[in-house]
């Protein structure tokens, strides 16, 4: 691989004499954890989590963990998960994070019942099989395997399985305001590998900061009144000149450590006029046709700065009514380290109009990104190019949320190093005929089986 920065560069060198070890997890019995876990569905509503936990803890004790070693709460119709492999000092803990809970699906629309898991054409299909059960098997076999092997980590591991991370992500919260003191986590459910249509592994992306997902809220009200006398004052023009001034309105561009080290990482991965555009905006953030071409493509425009669109609208009582009042939906997804509250009062400025009321939902959660740890980055270097060696290995910032989240909130830095390897034609998470790479298992075991007993000596 290529050396980038100084994090990356440290990475072989802190780990290149590194010792051979225990072989990982049977991939037979990872397979069969992935289909026993796909068959329990885990949606919201139908109360499945807990059975879950449950076989989980069944893997586990199978494997020499005692009834000690595991904690399953229940919280409503779901619950937390918890496993320790316990340390040998009193180091602060590693945290595994994933979650059990998978979105809903309509078996009409698919072409094989999503919550009967069919192994076929080299693929295992159903509901989670890719996210986020797939890592959560691995996770799983990882720990039994390890525990078998009777090996004692310097730090204890802790397996932390939240029940409903596709929702309100109320057992993620629990478990961040739990485990808050750990050293760091590594999830699950953020990172991996890309392969591309050719077969050939394309880069790694390692996940160490998410935009803070935020929803605001406009409101205009007036009197309202008979629609024959119209006055100055309509809340749905008064609105609607407020969205039109959000809509074009464009943040400060940023960067921070993740972006200004990634972006010419994948700079060399896409070439052309946008290639340039991102290595050019890595160098100097300030560059303007940089930034402009970069915001011009979807693809890479919510890694340069905080994004806002307006995404509902409501508004009137009545066709022949003066609106009384009316309403939009503004949603943002907000660079690491600005501050929510800093953004509502943007807007309200961009507004400039005291009659638009801006209201900022108060169970937002920020958080900032994640520091690029050495020894995090040379493990995760380790694993990958034990795989794919001289692979691309790139820090990556995520538009969208995972249980990492709550744990960057309460100071645990998190990181997504997910053990799946796949091609972008072949994702299909929260999609119809979700599916995983039964190819992609031994490595993942490998990845997972390299990842801890190296961070956690």
């Known amino acids: 691989?290529?050396?980038?920065?100084?994090?990356?560069?440290?990475?072989?060198?802190?780990?290149?004499?590194?010792?051979?070890?225990?072989r990982p997890a049977d991939p037979a019995v990872a397979k069969k954890i992935l289909i026993d876990s796909v068959a329990i569905p885990t949606v919201e509503g139908r109360g499945k989590v807990p059975e879950l936990a449950a076989y989980y803890a069944g893997v586990l004790k199978a494997a020499g963990f005692t009834d000690a070693d595991i904690e399953i709460t229940p919280m409503g119709e779901t619950a937390t998960f918890a496993a320790t492999l316990k340390g040998s000092s009193d180091?602060?803990?590693?945290?595994?994070?994933?979650?059990?809970?998978?979105?809903?699906?309509?078996?009409?629309?698919?072409?094989?019942?999503?919550?009967?898991?069919?192994?076929?054409?080299?693929y295992i299909f159903g509901r989670g099989s890719e996210d986020n059960k797939f890592d959560v098997a691995m996770m799983v076999a990882t720990m039994a395997q390890l525990r078998k092997d009777g090996f004692q980590p310097k730090r204890s591991i802790i397996l932390l399985l939240s029940g409903d991370e596709e929702t309100a992500m109320l057992t993620t919260q629990a478990l961040a305001a739990q485990y808050k003191g750990a050293e760091f986590a590594l999830n699950g459910d953020g990172g991996g590998g890309?392969?591309?249509?050719?077969?050939?592994?394309?880069?790694?992306?390692?996940?160490?900061?998410?935009?803070?997902?935020?929803?605001?809220?406009l409101e205009v009200t007036n009197p309202g009144g008979h629609s024959s006398r119209p006055s100055d004052t309509n809340a749905i023009v008064q609105l609607a000149n407020a969205l039109a001034k959000v809509g074009a309105y464009r943040f400060q561009p940023q960067q921070n450590e993740l972006t200004k080290v990634g972006m010419p990482i994948v700079a060399d991965q896409v070439g052309g006029e946008i290639g340039a555009a991102l290595k050019a905006f890595a160098a100097d953030p300030a560059d303007a046709r940089a930034i402009a071409a970069i915001r011009a493509d979807p693809e890479y425009v919510g890694q340069i700065g905080t994004t806002c669109v307006p995404t509902l609208v409501k508004g009137g009582h009545a066709e022949n009514a003066l609106p009384q009042r009316a309403t939009a939906n503004i949603n943002c997804?907000?660079?690491?380290?600005?501050?929510?509250?800093?953004?509502?009062?943007?807007?309200?400025?961009?507004?400039?109009?005291?009659?638009?009321?801006?209201?900022?939902?108060?169970?937002?959660?920020?958080?900032?990104?994640?520091?690029?740890?050495?020894?995090?980055?040379?493990?995760?270097?380790?694993?990958v190019h034990a795989r794919a060696p001289g692979l691309p290995i790139i820090p990556s910032m995520s538009a969208g949320a995972t249980d990492s989240l709550y744990f960057r909130a309460v100071g645990v830095p998190s990181y997504g190093v997910a053990g799946l390897f796949s091609k972008a034609s072949d994702s299909f998470a929260h999609g119809l005929n979700e599916r995983a790479p039964v190819a992609a298992i031994a490595p993942a075991l490998a990845h997972w089986d390299s990842l801890l007993r190296d961070l956690s000596k």
Do not use: C
Not at 98 to 105: F, L, Q, R
């Open 91 to 122: 180091a602060k803990p590693i945290l595994l994070l994933g979650h059990m809970d998978v979105v809903e699906a309509d078996a009409k629309d698919w072409t094989r019942d999503p919550f009967v898991p069919v192994e076929e054409n080299g």
């Open 1 to 22: 691989m290529r050396t980038v920065t100084a994090p990356l560069a440290l990475a072989a060198a802190l780990l290149a004499a590194a010792p051979a070890h225990a």
């Open 333 to 383: 997804r907000i660079f690491p380290g600005v501050g929510i509250e800093a953004v509502r009062a943007e807007l309200e400025k961009v507004i400039a109009d005291p009659a638009v009321a801006v209201k900022s939902d108060p169970d937002a959660t920020a958080s900032d990104a994640s520091p690029l740890r050495p020894d995090v980055v040379a493990a995760v270097t380790k694993a």
């Open 194 to 217: 890309l392969i591309g249509e050719d077969g050939k592994p394309k880069y790694y992306a390692l996940q160490a900061g998410e935009k803070t997902y935020a929803d605001f809220t």
